[in-house]
Antibody, heavy 121, light 107 residues
Framework: QVQLRQSGPGLVKPSGTLSLKCVVSGVSLSSSNWWSWIRQSPGQGPEWIGEVYHSGATNYNPSLRSRLTISIDNSKNQFSLQMTSMTAADTAVYYC??????????????WGQGSLVIVSS | DIQVTQSPNSLSASVADRVTITCRTSEIISNYVNWYQQKPGEGLRLLIYGASTLASGVPSRFSGSGSGTDFTLSISSLQPDDFATYYCQASYTAPYIFGQGTKLEVK
């Protein structure tokens, strides 16, 4: 059974950097999946942040690209998110997610437990 | 970017009702639409992928249809566990966009 377990600080100062990690069990990161980060601000729909492949290739949301680094460590079966220049607008629940591709489909199959990140001094 | 519009924003219904939620995309995306369920304080649960394929473990009262720009999620006979918020998501190409959600409430 695939499980994603995420960790990181719940409080980040304005202009600071958010760092989150996601450890995956039950499947190798080298499998044919992309590994994504998605966030959800209070009362809002989810927002896709970006994703990484086991090769290190990445796709980023253009609206956040300049502030993002998503990386992968295949030896530890984990991937990470760094987001710089945090503001109150970045306060949200952040999820790490397995994205799977099938026949005429791409979907977010397995989700981490979510991490509430509050940006405040 | 592709725009995704869900309707209605909220819906009141009773147990055993049949309900339908619609999702419209700004571009033709074949059947690259997925549907998710979210309950308060929880993460998202995949219900339907590829517009019409039921995810593993999802009850058969859930169904999805559509292709191109217009898609629907139907629940044939509402159960108490189904009152939640539902999101559609366009997955043809990055960035992957979610709809604003439909909150399904007890009438």
């Amino acid at each position: 059974q695939v499980q994603l377990r995420q960790s990181g600080p719940g409080l980040v100062k304005p202009s600071g950097t958010l760092s989150l990690k996601c450890v995956v069990s039950g499947v190798s990161l080298s499998s044919s999946n992309w590994w994504s980060w998605i966030r959800q601000s209070p009362g809002q729909g989810p927002e896709w942040i970006g994703e990484v492949y086991h090769s290190g290739a990445t796709n980023y949301n253009p609206s956040l690209r300049s502030r993002l680094t998503i990386s992968i460590d295949n030896s530890k079966n984990q991937f990470s998110l760094q987001m710089t220049s945090m503001t109150a607008a970045d306060t949200a629940v952040y999820y790490c997610v397995q994205r799977t591709s099938g026949h005429w489909s791409k979907f977010f199959q397995q989700w981490g437990q979510g991490s509430l990140v509050i940006v405040s001094s | 970017d592709i725009q995704v519009t869900q309707s209605p924003n909220s819906l009141s219904a009773s147990v055993a009702d049949r309900v339908t939620i619609t999702c419209r995309t700004s571009e033709i995306i074949s059947n690259y639409v997925n549907w998710y369920q979210q309950k308060p304080g929880e993460g998202l649960r995949l219900l339907i992928y590829g517009a019409s394929t039921l995810a593993s473990g999802v009850p058969s009262r859930f169904s999805g249809s559509g292709s191109g720009t217009d898609f629907t999620l139907s629940i044939s006979s509402l159960q108490p566990d189904d009152f939640a918020t539902y999101y559609c998501q366009a997955s043809y190409t990055a960035p992957y966009i979610f709809g604003q959600g439909t909150k399904l409430e007890v009438k």
